[in-house]
C-alpha cells in the first residue's frame, strides 16, 4: 500500500525540559516548553522523535550529578550527566522518547538550572514494505530553513529493530559488536548537501532505516525534515 511519512526534527531549545529553576532539594520540576502537565512527563516520540537532553546552569555544577530516567525503543533507563561550568551547557549520551524524570546527586540551591534539548537524536524506525517486489521508495533529508545546516545518517538494516531490548543509540555499528551489527550502511549529509536514498542506489533489501539526526553541536539551533515514501510501481 502507499504510504509517505513527513517528520521534522526541530532545533534545540535549553528550556524544552526544565525551564529555568532552583530545584527543590534535588529534583528538577518537567515544566519545559514540552512538558506535559498531566502527566509531568516530556514525550518526544509524540512529536515523532527522539532526542538527546541538554543541561544549563549560572553556576559551576561540574561536581553535581544530574540522573535522567526515561525510556527510548521500549528500554528505560537512567542516565547520569555531569553537571556543567558556570554559564556553560553540556549534553546528555543517551536519546529519550519520554523523560520521566531528573534529579541530581545533592541539592543545588541556589544554582539556576534549565534542561533542553540538544542536537543528537532519531527519527521513528521506517520499516519497509517488502511486497510487491517491485515496491520502490525514497528517503529525503533535507534542511527546513533552506541555506541552513543539516547532519544526519541513515543505517540500513536487515533486522527490525524495535523494541528489541536496545536503545537506538546502542543499535548503531560498533557500539556492541559482540551481539548487535545489524546496521549495513551509512550515509551522511552535511551542512547545504540534501541526502536521499532510494531503490535506484540501494537494493529493497533493508527490513528498516533508522535515521540519525545530528553529528555536531554545530547543528543544534537547526531544524532537519526528513520525508519517506514508498509506492508501488504497477
Not at 529534583?27 to 516530556?42: E, F, K, M, S, Y
Not at 538494516?157 to 531490548?165: F, H, P, Q, T, V
Amino acid at each position: 500500500m502507499p504510504r509517505k511519512l513527513n517528520y521534522i526534527f526541530p532545533a534545540g531549545n535549553f528550556t524544552d525540559v526544565c525551564q529555568l529553576q532552583t530545584p527543590t532539594g534535588n529534583i528538577l520540576t518537567l515544566n519545559g516548553n514540552l512538558a506535559d502537565p498531566l502527566t509531568h512527563t516530556v514525550s518526544f516520540i509524540s512529536r515523532r522523535y527522539s532526542r538527546q537532553v541538554s543541561i544549563f546552569s549560572d553556576t559551576d555544577l561540574s561536581a553535581i550529578t544530574f540522573n535522567v530516567t526515561g525510556t527510548q525503543n521500549g528500554v528505560t533507563f537512567t542516565e547520569a550527566i555531569l553537571g556543567p561550568t558556570a554559564t556553560n551547557t553540556v549534553y546528555g549520551v543517551e536519546t529519550y522518547d519520554i523523560i520521566t524524570s531528573i534529579t541530581t546527586s545533592a541539592p543545588i540551591s541556589p544554582a539556576i538550572v534549565s534542561v533542553g534539548t540538544g542536537w543528537r537524536g532519531f527519527f521513528p524506525l521506517i520499516t519497509l514494505n517488502p511486497w510487491p517486489k517491485e515496491m520502490n521508495y525514497t528517503l529525503a533529508i533535507n534542511p527546513v530553513v533552506a541555506g541552513s545546516a543539516a547532519q544526519a545518517a541513515v543505517y540500513g538494516s536487515l533486522d527490525n529493530l524495535a523494541n528489541n531490548g536496545k536503545t537506538f543509540i546502542n543499535n548503531l555499528p560498533g557500539t556492541n559488536p559482540a551481539i548487535n551489527n545489524t546496521a549495513v550502511f551509512t550515509v551522511q549529509v552535511m551542512a547545504n548537501t540534501p541526502l536521499l536514498v532510494s531503490n535506484a542506489t540501494y537494493p529493497t533489501l533493508f527490513s528498516t532505516y533508522l535515521v540519525q539526526v545530528g553529528s555536531t553541536a554545530d547543528s543544534v539551533g537547526y531544524a532537519t525534515k526528513m520525508t519517506f515514501a514508498q509506492f508501488s510501481s504497477f
